[in-house]
T-cell receptor, first 108, second 113 residues
Framework: TQLLEQSPQFLSIQEGENLTVYCNSS?????LQWYRQEPGEGPVLLVT?????EVKKLKRLTFQFGDARKDSSLHITAAQPGDTGLYLC????????FGAGTTVTVRA | DTAVSQTPKYLVTQMGNDKSIKCEQN?????MYWYKQDSKKFLKIMFS???????INETVPNRFSPKSPDKAHLNLHINSLELGDSAVYFC????????????FGAGTRLSVL
């Protein structure tokens, strides 16, 4: 049983569209992170959310941590081909545990 | 300058062979990790070392043996390779002030034939 469930597993959209990726768990976390992994590369940290209800923005990316600190979402506005990649959420429970990821493809 | 570097990038070998993957970080971090990413992209921690000392050892076959000669290096040796060992192996490191921020290498794609 995975600690973190990500949905959807795959997402393919046209350039300019918006998308949302979800990360859910039945456990409460002190913090949650989002990483992006491009083909042939390692994951790169995008953001860490700590406070329940917290919203962080990184250019066109908006990250939200649920009020109960059990879930998080990543919203991308006006997606671009450069946003293509595997998006991973991760939570710390003495070690970093990753969700299975959402593969996002943005078509030009 | 590459922060976390792994060699080799690709490794193709026969079942039963022994192989090593090397990792070095130039970030001055105390903690280093090995992760395995399977064909479904699921990333799972294998080992963690803090200042050359093993602190996390997940359920990994004892054919896998990490070695940390100093805190900037963490190598992974695999004995008697099996088909199921085929995966991408990532090295990572964390700064001393927080273990939740991790910097990953580019990965080593291991293919066992």
């Amino acid at each position: 049983t995975q600690l973190l469930e990500q949905s959807p597993q795959f997402l393919s959209i046209q350039e300019g569209e918006n998308l949302t990726v979800y990360c859910n768990s039945s456990s409460v976390f002190s913090s949650l992170q989002w990483y992006r992994q491009e083909p042939g590369e390692g994951p790169v940290l995008l953001v860490t959310v700590v406070t329940g209800g917290e919203v962080k923005k990184l250019k066109r990316l908006t990250f939200q941590f649920g009020d109960a600190r059990k879930d998080s979402s990543l919203h991308i506005t006006a997606a671009q081909p450069g946003d293509t990649g595997l998006y991973l959420c991760a939570a710390n429970d003495y070690k970093l545990s990753f969700g299975a990821g959402t593969t996002v493809t943005v078509r030009a | 300058d590459t922060a976390v570097s792994q060699t080799p990038k690709y490794l193709v070998t026969q079942m039963g062979n022994d192989k090593s993957i090397k990792c070095e970080q130039n970030l001055g971090h105390d903690t280093m990790y090995w992760y395995k990413q399977d064909s479904k992209k699921f990333l799972k921690i294998m080992f963690s070392y803090n200042n050359k000392e093993l602190i996390i050892n997940e359920t990994v076959p004892n054919r896998f043996s990490p070695k940390s000669p100093d805190k900037a290096h963490l190598n992974l040796h695999i004995n008697s390779l099996e088909l199921g060992d085929s995966a991408v192996y990532f090295c990572a490191s964390s700064p001393p002030e927080t273990l939740i921020i991790q910097y990953f290498g580019a990965g080593t794609r291991l293919s066992v034939l």
